[in-house]
């Protein structure tokens, strides 16, 4: 019987683990919301699948979390969430999320402008692409098209 020597081992064990890996979400995270918004709470509910605790804020004016974070005007959404020293405001799809933790911007946040069908939290098919933006003191710029 041949034996696989260690060093092989561990060798094909990080080349398995290579492609699985996702970025490191925070552990935990703040949402704040109207306290009548179920898609938040979906969107709430996905995030924790992935791990992140999300503590719900529903009763503080949510244009004031938004103002505080910096978003650009008109580019807001039904909630907002701290996590991990950024602000990712509205349904933004986790891909975008895990790209942000990974490439460690200099930003204070990312979002997606209104409730697109499709997105994590909003019923439907996807209908076309997501422009995602980073921000930073209200002003805004392209991130990634989803």
Known sequence: MKRLSPSLLLSAALLLGAGTTQAALPDKATMFKNPQCGCCDEYARQLG???????????????????????PYGLGSCHTIQM???????????????????????????????????????????QGEWDIYQFRDGEAMPFMTL
Do not use: C, S, W
Request: hydrophobic share 40%; net charge negative; glycine share 18%.
């Open 49 to 71: 699948t992935r791990g992140v605790e999300v503590a719900i804020v529903d009763d503080v004016e949510v244009g004031n979390i938004k103002q505080r974070a910096g978003l």
């Open 84 to 126: 991990g020293g950024y602000a990712i405001e509205g349904h933004v799809p986790f891909e975008a999320v895990e790209h942000l933790f990974e490439e460690h911007l200099d930003t204070r946040g990312i979002g997606l402008a209104g409730m697109p069908i499709g997105t994590p939290g909003m019923p439907g098919p996807k």
